[in-house]
């Protein structure tokens, strides 16, 4: 008996060792370590999708799509960097390499490689996303297994050439601009910020030293008449102008097949810009265009290039 005992003692404490320390394939596993990458380092990425490649570099702190020289949009290649900078594996997800049910096969997937100069820093697959919509099904190069990734960013990267461009039309600091020129309909005018009295004066107030007190002035918006404009209906023209986005860029134009616009405005600040809007084609919801800070022709929404054309009419007064 006490043989028995002791036997089973023995069988007892090796059962305990062995729930301790058996690695299970859905518990226990090493995932691989992954070191994060300078995010300046990064001197070109390749996107490519089934026969779709897109490649970006850098060149002076811009991202250029090549090789049409394109520039990119910043802030879609910067969350593309932060990924493949801080990439990371939270779980083993399959090692079976049935990579279909994963869209990690040769068309579904996303082949993401990270180069500094010739080198290349970082490759990756990057699948479909997982059921939690918290997680990214990836595969690392030369490693078979399927990985939950920290996070949910397939759609960051499943991109075309398209939605990678820098869409930027103008862009400038609306409170700057002091004074715009409108040409329309084979017609000028002017608007200037210029500052007047503020109505109460103070021109021979004087401080304790004696000193005279500058009168208090403010901004006003005028036309070449010298008659007052709504600060609303300025800030409303600028506000539009001063983000304005392109819709689409036409295949193959230059600024110089553009004809005879319709509207042209130059704004003068701390610099100065530029844009005309030319007539749209029959049965066409976007106007072409063309701006100082764009190299290429662009085209703008119809219910902007609206906007635009018609904010600073004059109102007829309806007779009673």
């Not at 490759?123 to 190069?141: C, D, M, Q, V």
């Not at 990985?147 to 075309?160: I, L, M, S």
């Not at 869409?167 to 409170?175: D, P, Q, R, V």
Request: aromatic share 8%; proline share 5%; glycine share 2%.
């Amino acid at each position: 008996m006490k043989k028995e005992y002791i036997l089973l003692a023995v069988i007892f404490v090796a059962l305990l060792l062995y729930l301790a320390f058996h690695q299970s394939d859905n518990v226990h596993y090493q995932l691989p370590e992954i070191s994060k990458i300078p995010p300046k380092t990064i001197s070109k990425i390749e996107l490519t999708k089934d026969a779709d490649k897109i490649t970006l570099t850098r060149k002076d702190d811009k991202w250029l799509m090549i090789p049409e020289q394109y520039p990119a949009d910043s802030g879609l290649v910067n969350q593309i960097i932060d990924i493949i900078t801080n990439l990371s594996v939270t779980a083993l997800v399959s090692e079976s390499e049935n990579y279909l049910r994963y869209e990690l096969d040769e068309k579904n997937r996303i082949h993401v490689r990270a180069f500094m100069g010739d080198d290349i820093k970082r490759e990756f697959y990057i699948g479909k996303t997982a059921p939690s919509f918290n997680h990214t099904f990836i595969r690392l190069e030369k490693d078979p297994r399927v990985y939950h990734a920290g996070e949910n960013f397939r759609a960051k990267f499943d991109q075309t050439a398209d939605k990678l461009r820098d869409k930027t039309a103008l862009s400038f600091n609306m409170n700057d601009i002091q004074e715009i020129m409108i040409e329309k309909e084979k017609k000028q005018i002017t608007f200037m910020k210029k500052q007047i009295p503020a109505g109460i004066n103070t021109s021979k107030a004087k401080t304790p030293n004696q000193k005279e007190v500058s009168p208090e002035t403010k901004p006003v918006w005028q036309d070449n008449s010298g008659n007052n404009i709504e600060d609303l209906k300025i800030n409303s023209f600028l506000s539009t102008l001063s983000g304005l986005r392109c819709k689409n860029y036409p295949a193959d134009k230059k600024k110089e097949d553009l004809k005879n616009p319709i509207f042209t405005a130059k704004l003068k600040g701390t610099k100065e810009y530029s844009i005309s809007i030319f007539a749209a084609e029959k049965n066409k919801e976007e106007y072409p265009a063309a701006s100082s800070q764009n190299e290429y022709p662009f085209t703008i929404e119809k219910t902007t290039a609206d906007s635009i054309l018609t904010a600073l009419d004059k109102k007829e007064e309806k007779k009673p």
